[in-house]
């Protein structure tokens, strides 16, 4: 079982930058692909970016390509997403997630542990 703990949200002006954290617990974080989700006011969950659990190969929602970066840290079991060039269409609760699967995926279903989100509200 994996636990997570999502931290760095707050408030920023458009333009501006956040690096948000996921802390891993158990040794076994290395064995899991790990995403970023984020759920805007009033609408549904939506994939913002993901890593396989070895790093390398990464994968972006259109929406934020280019702006955000994903990155993991296996001996400090952490899991980043810098933002930069934010806009008030970024603001949601963000969710960091850990998946079984033997591929990189975007859908919420195939993710099996979550952490609790952290808020991130983009002022224009």
């Known amino acids: 079982q994996v636990q997570l703990v999502e931290s760095g949200g707050g408030l920023v002006l458009a333009g501006g930058s956040l690096r948000l954290s996921c802390a891993a617990s158990?040794?076994?974080?290395?064995?899991?692909?790990m995403g970023w989700f984020r759920q805007p006011p009033g609408k549904e969950r939506e994939f913002v970016a993901a890593i396989p659990r070895g790093g390398g190969s990464t994968d972006y929602a259109d929406s934020v390509k280019g702006r955000f970066t994903i990155s993991r840290d296996n001996a400090k079991i952490t899991v980043y997403l810098q933002m930069n060039s934010l806009k008030p269409e970024d603001t949601a609760v963000y969710y960091c997630?850990?998946?079984?699967?033997?591929?990189?995926?975007?859908?919420?279903?195939?993710?099996?542990?979550w952490g609790q989100g952290t808020q991130v509200t983009v002022s224009s």
């Open positions: 997630a850990a998946s079984r699967m033997d591929y990189t995926t975007r859908r919420i279903s195939d993710y099996d542990y």
């Open positions: 158990g040794r076994t974080f290395s064995i899991y692909d």
